[in-house]
């Protein structure tokens, strides 16, 4: 049978505003501009996928207003199977007001809209789908219930799951107990686990960070550094792999494009550390382009982009 992937997740609208520097609190700087694109953390880690060549079933929710046409058609025309993506006319769709400094560097601010009021329904019209995974994908943009709902779904069926908590809001012992993988950026790491940097050599600090996740039952931990790379620990086998040096233009969507090609090359069965060069490839390619899941690259791309590096053998 086919590997496909499943993702329970975000999909919103973008606008991104190009400004001089990141503003401070109360402050107005000057913008160069702003463009309007698709995203959602779940949407561009499923278009990754799909762009992958692997089958990508998104499962979410949009508003009942004109973007939500546009981001269904956005992720519909990346390959991604949108069939149980729904329309709910009373909501609003996911916008994520965004600001990109001239380094890639952003800010974000999302109103979730539909994205919050995922209903159980839904989630039980796609269990078919999610037992035949080979990995089920979801994120902190939904609502709680809808996602522990999915996590159960997955797990009854032996599915494999992986949780990107982002944002990174509180979650109770019983989601991390029912993770296989969990990717969090370091920002979002520290947030869970009250780890800081201070103090402590890089080694350390990924080592405890993931001791912390290991500790409450999650599987496998893969933390994302974003210029620094990744680092992946499971209480047995430990990898950290540095990034590809690259001008980042707009990092934004670049940790969904990581997650993307890190799921893709463990549904693939590939070693760790060979998802993890894959995934900071994918995470590069997306960190090079503005913009949010039209900056993800395909597999011809990642593969281009990898051998240019001398790191082919994809
Ligand atoms: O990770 C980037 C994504 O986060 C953006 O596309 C935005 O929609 C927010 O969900």
Same mark, same amino acid.
């Given at each position: ?67 939500? $046409? ?20 009373? $909501? ?7 600001? !990109?400094?001239? =380094? ?18 839904? !989630? ?34 032996? &599915? ?19 993770? =296989? ?5 370091? &920002? ?29 039952? !999650? ?17 047995? $086998? ?33 070693? &760790? ?24 690259? =395909? ?16």
């Amino acid at each position: 049978m086919e590997k496909s992937i499943v993702i329970l997740g975000s999909i919103n609208y973008d606008i991104v505003s190009a400004v001089e520097r990141l503003p401070l609190k109360g402050e107005t700087v000057h913008s160069y501009g702003f463009d309007v694109f698709t995203g959602g953390k779940g949407a561009n880690q499923a278009a990754q996928i799909a762009l992958l060549g692997m089958r990508s079933v998104f499962v979410g929710q949009v508003g009942g207003d004109a973007q939500g $046409e546009n981001v269904l058609a956005g992720i519909r025309a990346k390959g991604v199977d949108a069939s149980f993506a729904r329309v709910s006319p009373g $909501e609003k769709t996911g916008c994520a007001l965004i600001t !990109v400094a001239p =380094d890639g560097s952003n800010t974000l601010a999302h109103a979730p809209g539909a994205n919050h009021r995922i209903p159980k329904d839904l !989630v039980d019209s796609a269990a078919g789908s999610i037992r035949q995974a080979e990995i089920f994908i979801t994120q902190n943009e939904i609502n709680q219930d809808a996602l522990s709902y999915g996590l159960a779904l997955a797990r009854e069926g032996g &599915v494999r799951t992986l949780l990107n908590p982002a944002p990174a809001i509180p979650l109770p012992d019983v989601i991390f107990a029912m993770l =296989d993988y969990i990717a969090p950026n370091e &920002v979002e790491s520290e947030i869970y686990t009250g780890i800081s940097r201070q103090g402590k050599s890089p080694e350390a600090w990924r080592r405890e960070n993931a001791e912390w996740f290991l500790e409450r039952g !999650v599987g496998n931990v893969c933390l994302t550094l974003g210029a620094e790379g990744a680092y992946f620990f499971n209480g047995k $086998e430990e990898r950290y792999v540095p990034a590809f040096p690259i001008t980042a233009v707009d990092t934004t969507a670049a940790g969904d494009s990581f997650i993307g090609g890190f799921a893709f090359g463990i549904a693939g069965g590939w070693p &760790v550390e060979k998802c993890l060069v894959f995934a900071n490839a994918c995470g590069a390619v997306s960190a090079e382009t503005k913009g949010a899941q039209n900056s993800i690259g =395909d597999y011809k791309r990642i593969s281009a982009f990898l051998e240019d590096r001398d790191a082919g053998g994809f």
